[in-house]
Structure formats: structure tokens, C-alpha cells
């Protein structure tokens, strides 16, 4: 139940604001959706997420915040306005 309000608060954060999503938040929330991470080879800042039956997700490691049509895509990706609206809407 805990695990699904921290998911829940990530996602209407980026949601709400998504000019302002941190790295690790990114990091986070595509682990959360069973995401695994490849690290950059030297010379890049391109993170690859991997998950099977899904394309591949690249996001550029930028601080303080990754750029909005990183996290434009990866709300499409995942759907998140429906999964909000289905498991975190009370």
C-alpha cells in the first residue's frame, strides 16, 4: 500500500510539473515499471532503459532537470495519465 502512494505522488509530481523532473526521479519511475538501466559508455550522458516486449527509452543524464520532451515521451510511453486516473485517483 506504501509502495503505491510513493508510485502514485511520483507520478502526479511529474505529471503536474514536467519542466521540473529530476534525473534520479526519471530513474526511479521507469525501474518502478520494470525498466532496467544501461549505463552510458564513456563520452555519453545517454542512459538506456531496456524492458522486454518494449522499445528501448533513452534519456540524456541533465541536472538539475531532464528536459521536458524526455518526460512528454516517457508519459506517452508508459500511459501514466491512465494509470494515474486508474490506480491513484480516490
Avoid at 41 to 55: D, E, I, L, Q
Amino acid at each position: 500500500m506504501a509502495e503505491l502512494k510513493r508510485k502514485c505522488k511520483l507520478i502526479k509530481d511529474i505529471l503536474n510539473n514536467p519542466k521540473n523532473v529530476k534525473f534520479e526521479d526519471v530513474d526511479k519511475l521507469l525501474k518502478i515499471f520494470g525498466y532496467e538501466v544501461k549505463q552510458p559508455r564513456k563520452g555519453s550522458s545517454h542512459f538506456v532503459y531496456r524492458k522486454k516486449g518494449a522499445n528501448p527509452i533513452t534519456v540524456p543524464y541533465k541536472r538539475p532537470f531532464v528536459k521536458e520532451i524526455y518526460i512528454k515521451q516517457i508519459i506517452r510511453i508508459l500511459n501514466l495519465e491512465e494509470y494515474y486516473e486508474e490506480y491513484c485517483k480516490e
